[in-house]
């Protein structure tokens, strides 16, 4: 199975600023992907990120608000712009194997003040 | 919305099976079934996936009815430290995954 690690893994911020998490995957994933998991919610995708193109948003996300990077096979970037306290959320970072299995990372617990 | 439809919460007394069901009635045909589960402050682990067939690893059993309209993830030797939400999610193979709100399943002392 894959290893996923994310940084930072909590952080606190103010309104207005952004911030950028890192997802580092052990091995080489085509598939990668971010979600959002509100306090006391199920888990909604975000996006889907492939290496070589640009990221796949679901319905309620746009690239302005969570910009994405996926500069090669092992890693990728999710940041929250603007922020705001109902951006206050896990955000987690998955991948696909070869086996059609999905791992998570950990994920990143940020608080919006 | 998700796919899939399952009981709120469930107890289960530890050292007993679990079987935890699942409703997809709108399944399509090249679409798998898979369970995750979600331990307090965790990302979600991989269990198990089934297309039709039913299949067995070391962490559980999945049975898939027929017409594949349902299924149940069967924890065969229920632990305190299984005590999780468990959600049963369906997708076609390198799809996204769209989680329902899962199963809370209580393992009891």
């Known amino acids: 199975s894959a290893v996923i690690s994310q940084k930072p893994s909590r952080d606190i911020c103010q309104r207005g600023t952004s911030l950028t998490i890192q997802c580092q995957v052990d091995s080489q994933v085509t598939m990668m992907f971010w979600y959002r998991q509100q306090p006391g919610q199920s888990l909604t995708l975000i996006a889907t990120?492939?290496?070589?193109?640009?990221?796949?948003?679901e319905s309620g996300f746009v690239i302005d608000k969570f910009p994405i990077s996926r500069p090669n096979l092992t890693f990728s970037t999710l940041t929250v712009s603007n922020m705001s306290p109902e951006d206050s959320s896990i955000y987690l970072c998955?991948?696909?194997?070869?086996?059609?299995?999905?791992?998570f990372g950990p994920g990143t617990r940020l608080t919006v003040l | 919305d998700a796919k899939t439809t399952q009981p709120t919460s469930m107890d289960c007394a530890e050292g007993r099976a679990a079987n935890l069901p699942c409703n997809h009635s709108?399944?399509?045909?090249?679409?798998?079934v898979y369970w995750y589960r979600q331990i307090h402050s965790q990302g979600p682990q991989y269990i198990i996936h089934g297309l039709k067939n039913n299949e067995t690893n070391e962490m559980a059993s999945l049975i898939i009815t027929e017409d594949r309209k349902s299924s149940t993830l069967i924890l065969p030797h229920a632990t305190l430290r299984d005590t999780a939400v468990y959600y049963c999610?369906?997708?076609?193979?390198?799809?996204?995954?769209?989680f329902g709100t899962g199963t809370l399943l209580a393992v009891q002392p």
């Open positions: 999610i369906v997708g076609g193979a390198t799809n996204k995954l769209i």
């Open positions: 709108t399944i399509s045909g090249n679409e798998y």
């Open positions: 990120a492939n290496q070589g193109s640009e990221a796949t948003y």
């Open positions: 998955s991948v696909e194997d070869q086996y059609n299995e999905q791992f």
